[in-house]
T-cell receptor
Framework: EAGVAQSPRYKIIEKRQSVAFWCNPI?????LYWYQQILGQGPKLLIQ????????DSQLPKDRFSAERLKGVDSTLKIQPAKLEDSAVYLC?????????????FGPGTRLTVL | KNEVEQSPQNLTAQEGEFITINCSYS?????LHWLQQHPGGGIVSLFM???GKKKHGRLIATINIQEKHSSLHITASHPRDSAVYIC????????????FGKGTHLIIQP
């Protein structure tokens, strides 16, 4: 079974530029999560999708971050414009359904550096 | 919002030692996850538990729901166990993304 795919793996941009990340979850997984992991910290949930609907985006900085999952499969996360403090690893995870007893499967992450 | 605390933050031990990593949380949960993260970012789920104890190979995870506390044990530790171990909790309900601790950086020296 193929795992969660993310691209790009690395991205370097200057502040005020825009950037987009892509995630393809495990086939058949209804729930998709985007997490932000700043160096030295645990990941923080940015947004949770159930199919193509948003379940939780309470910690997403909506003035600059946006995410979509139009067909309920793959997803994109965009930052526009980027700030220095957005430098982090952006992790995508998926699970069969967003239920307490379901395991989450993580992608390799995209490491973003904002200069 | 749940607060997840892990201890110790850093741990260096000799090969063969018994390792214990602790996790405490502030609000009742529906499940607790132990995850392993190697340099380069990949995260692998080790355990998911809501009560009692689970064992997989040399790894053992326990949880005490009343005390809001969990432990991860590694028996006969090996240098390949060196990684960051992260505790994460799930509060249940529809919006149930994980809340993570900061992780424990474990180094096992040969």
């Amino acid at each position: 079974e193929a795992g969660v795919a993310q691209s790009p793996r690395y991205k370097i941009i200057e502040k005020r530029q825009s950037v987009a990340f892509w995630c393809n979850p495990i086939s058949g997984h209804a729930t998709l999560y985007w997490y932000q992991q700043i160096l030295g910290q645990g990941p923080k949930l940015l947004i949770q999708f159930q199919n193509n609907g948003v379940v939780d985006d309470s910690q997403l900085p909506k003035d600059r971050f946006s995410a979509e999952r139009l067909k309920g499969v793959d997803s994109t996360l965009k930052i526009q414009p980027a700030k220095l403090e957005d430098s982090a690893v952006y992790l995508c995870a998926s699970s069969p359904q967003g239920l307490a007893y379901n395991e989450q499967f993580f992608g390799p992450g995209t490491r973003l550096t904002v200069l | 919002k749940n607060e997840v605390e892990q201890s110790p933050q850093n741990l260096t031990a000799q090969e063969g030692e018994f390792i214990t990593i602790n996790c405490s949380y502030s609000v009742g949960i529906s499940a607790l996850h132990w995850l392993q993260q190697h340099p380069g970012g990949g995260i692998v789920s080790l355990f998911m538990l809501s009560s009692g104890k689970k064992k997989h190979g040399r790894l053992i995870a326990t949880i005490n729901i009343q005390e809001k506390h969990s432990s991860l044990h590694i028996t006969a530790s090996h240098p390949r166990d060196s990684a960051v171990y992260i505790c994460a909790v799930r509060e249940g309900g529809g919006a149930d993304g994980l809340t993570f601790g900061k992780g424990t950086h474990l180094i096992i020296q040969p």
